[in-house]
Nanobody, 126 residues
């Protein structure tokens, strides 16, 4: 069956960096839009970033992530990364990756994602 597994979450100080990984099992991520979401305690899930198919390469970011986060893929390893720099306390939460059939533009609606990982927790605190 098809699985997504996130890893890389940790406790870091404000201004620190983390690189999250989303590894696919049972299917190639090359042909999917891969999105990153986060959910902080007491808040709704929000989209952070997404990357389109390998052939497209288009990337999109939430305003809160622009200039600090970078999404990329390593096709040889069937992994999508989310590099997070200059982390802020408001970046905390459980981060999820998900795979979706591609829309024409932008990130898919959350309901379009077919496969979800179990999440990895990011904490930002001094």
């Amino acid at each position: 069956q098809l699985h997504l597994v996130e890893s890389g979450g940790a406790l870091v100080q404000p201004g620190g960096s983390l690189r999250l990984s989303c590894e696919g099992s049972g299917f190639s991520l090359d042909y999917y839009v891969i999105g990153w979401f986060r959910q902080a305690p007491g808040k709704e899930r929000e989209g952070v970033s997404c990357i389109h198919s390998k052939s497209s390469g288009r990337t999109y970011y939430a305003d809160s992530a622009k200039g600090r986060f970078t999404i990329s893929r390593d096709a040889a390893k069937n992994v999508v990364f989310l590099q997070m720099n200059n982390l802020k306390p408001e970046d905390k939460g459980v981060y999820y990756c998900a795979a979706s059939a591609p829309p024409a533009l932008g990130c898919p609606h959350p309901g379009w994602y077919e496969h979800w990982g179990q999440g990895t927790e990011v904490a930002v605190s001094s």
